[in-house]
């Protein structure tokens, strides 16, 4: 019993593995090569050389902090529009009768 377990677990995780290759855009070699002809990228190209010339750190040094920053920002708004969302609907789906003026 405890092997035909671990047989239909491994089948299951196979399973999710498997729909999740459906799921993967194949076109990532051409977005990759159309995003860094953008302008942007070449931007945060200046943006490495100046932080790691003014900081006397590698460039990778540079990239990698520029990257872990760009993230942080992303996640923080991220979190402040999911809360400002939250508030939004809790107030929307609050008793009707304290939304009415006494």
Same mark, same amino acid.
């Given at each position: 019993?405890?092997?035909e377990?671990q047989?239909?677990? &491994?089948?299951?995780n196979?399973a $999710?593995v498997?729909?999740?290759?459906?799921k993967i !855009? @194949?076109?990532?070699?051409?977005r990759?090569?159309?995003?860094c002809? &953008?302008?942007?990228v070449?931007? $945060?190209?200046n943006a490495i050389s100046?932080?790691? !010339? @003014?900081?006397?750190?590698?460039r990778?040094?540079?990239?990698?902090?520029?990257?872990?920053?760009?993230?942080?920002?992303?996640s923080?708004?991220n979190?402040?529009v999911m809360?400002?969302?939250?508030?939004?609907?809790?107030?929307?789906l609050?008793d009707p009768?304290?939304n009415r003026?006494h």
């Amino acid at each position: 019993m405890q092997m035909e377990n671990q047989e239909l677990i &491994q089948l299951l995780n196979t399973a $999710i593995v498997k729909s999740k290759e459906k799921k993967i !855009d @194949s076109t990532y070699e051409k977005r990759l090569s159309e995003i860094c002809k &953008q302008p942007a990228v070449s931007a $945060i190209a200046n943006a490495i050389s100046t932080l790691a !010339d @003014s900081e006397k750190i590698s460039r990778d040094q540079a990239a990698v902090q520029i990257v872990e920053t760009i993230r942080e920002l992303d996640s923080i708004w991220n979190n402040y529009v999911m809360m400002e969302g939250l508030g939004k609907l809790k107030e929307l789906l609050k008793d009707p009768s304290e939304n009415r003026p006494h």
